[in-house]
């Protein structure tokens, strides 16, 4: 089993910057893909960012390229997702997920294995 715990959601004025943090444990071996997604509320979950586990190829969604980077530190077991020039639009929950094959390049809900409970970004006007 694999469980993810995200940190790092909360509110911010547009324009502002968040980080969030994902903790990874368990049998995290079989890792092809990590990703962070959003969902926000009447919407359908979206992906925001990818990583390949093997290559470090990373994916952007269109309405973040240029202000989101997602990244791993491979000591901590962590995957992070900065984000610059927040707007309100970028409100939801972001949710961490791990997929354990690359069925789905880039990144679909679809395609992913295990997921954390999500936090709360709210970005105001």
């Known amino acids: 089993q694999v469980q993810l715990v995200e940190s790092g959601g909360g509110l911010v004025q547009a324009g502002g910057s968040l980080r969030l943090s994902c903790a990874v444990s368990g049998r995290t071996f079989s890792t092809a893909i990590m990703g962070w997604f959003r969902q926000a509320p009447g919407m359908e979950r979206e992906v925001v960012a990818g990583?390949?586990?093997?290559?470090?190829?990373?994916y952007y969604a269109d309405s973040v390229e240029g202000r989101f980077t997602i990244s791993r530190d491979r000591a901590k077991n962590t995957l992070s997702l900065q984000m610059n020039s927040l707007k309100p639009e970028d409100t939801a929950v972001y949710y961490c997920?791990?997929?354990?094959?690359?069925?789905?390049?880039?990144?679909?809900?679809?395609?992913?294995?295990?997921w954390g409970k999500g936090t709360l970004v709210t970005v105001s006007t």
């Open positions: 990583l390949s586990w093997s290559t470090s190829s990373t």
């Open positions: 997920a791990i997929g354990l094959s690359r069925r789905y390049w880039p990144p679909d809900y679809r395609g992913m294995d295990y």
